[in-house]
């Protein structure tokens, strides 16, 4: 497709990107901020809006700390019971449930406390989608954090989810949740110069070599995406399959500008 008009070795704007060569900007303090929650073992929130790179940056989170002894259980399922829930993290650490929740609940506490006490391994439960997640899974995430009366948590908790988890979060019969968040995270849109870097960085993963988005060009993508990567990442490979097809080196403010409003916000239901 455009990759060979444009001589790309990589594809980019994609959701494959390894992680060494995805954007970094402020996701860095993010991961740092991750980092550190693995190591205390502490309950973090991750929040932002839909496409600005919240399961991307846990992605890479799980991929940095595989060698330092954590071990990331990631889950991401809207329908999430407390029992998938515990069945699903002890498969991760390789056994077989039991069958009722409570049995199930003590099981996966013993194996991470052999775990922990064999090697010091670190276990890091990430749950993703968590605004999806109904109260009585929310709550069993606190029960789970209550584990030891309070003195240690027996793993690390990285909730990740829209902003409006935090809405909810906010309400009185979350407010024990809410109490014992240690770090916060928010994922914010990109702005009008991150953009740019965006971009760079995606053509320079490319292996393009040269800048092929001209800058009132970007101020267009910037103004249809408002900073989202996922919605960047639209508008860019938009632009660069109808530049391959009709022979553009460079792609300007007026094709971006058509592309986006015939093909993207045309073709949005
Ligand atoms: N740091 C990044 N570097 C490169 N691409 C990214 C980055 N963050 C997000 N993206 C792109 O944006 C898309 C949406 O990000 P995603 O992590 O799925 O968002 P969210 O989970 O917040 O909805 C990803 O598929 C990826 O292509
Ligand atoms: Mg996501």
């Known amino acids: 497709m455009f990759e060979t008009f444009y001589n790309f070795t990589n594809t980019p704007f994609s959701r494959s990107i390894p992680s060494k060569n995805l954007y970094t900007g402020d996701y860095d303090e993010l991961i740092e901020r991750l980092k550190y929650t693995a190591q205390k073992q502490l309950f973090a929130i991750v929040l932002g809006d839909s496409g600005c790179g919240k399961t991307t940056t846990l992605r890479r989170f799980v991929d940095e700390t595989q060698h330092d002894n954590f071990f990331s259980l990631y889950l991401s399922d809207s329908k999430l019971t407390p029992r998938t829930f515990y069945k699903n993290l002890l ?3 390789g056994f077989e449930a039991k069958y009722f929740r409570n049995d199930a609940k003590r099981q996966l506490h013993k194996e991470i406390e052999i775990m922990k ?7 890091v439960a990430i749950v993703d989608e968590a605004h999806l997640l109904s109260k009585e899974m929310l709550e069993e995430i606190r029960f789970l954090l209550n584990f030891k009366m309070d003195s240690q ?5 990285i909730l990740s989810g829209q902003t409006d988890l935090w809405d909810r979060l906010k ?3 979350y407010a024990a949740i809410r109490q014992r968040i240690d770090i916060q995270c928010i994922v914010a849109r990109l702005d009008r110069s991150k ?11 490319a292996g393009a070599g040269r800048e092929i988005f ?3 060009a970007i101020d ?13 990442n639209k508008a860019c490979t938009e632009s660069l399959i109808f530049g391959a097809q009709n022979r553009k080196n460079i792609l300007d403010d007026r094709m971006v ?5 015939q093909e993207l916000i045309g073709g949005q239901s």
């Open 257 to 261: 500008k058509m592309i986006v409003e």
């Open 117 to 123: 006490g064999l090697n010091g391994t670190r276990p």
């Open 91 to 93: 498969e991760q650490l």
């Open 171 to 173: 309400l009185q019969s």
């Open 195 to 205: 953009t740019n870097e965006y971009i760079s960085a995606q053509l320079a993963f």
């Open 220 to 232: 267009e993508i910037f103004k249809f995406s408002g900073g989202i990567p996922r919605q960047i």
């Open 214 to 216: 001209t800058e009132a």
């Open 153 to 157: 948590s027996p793993m690390a908790l």
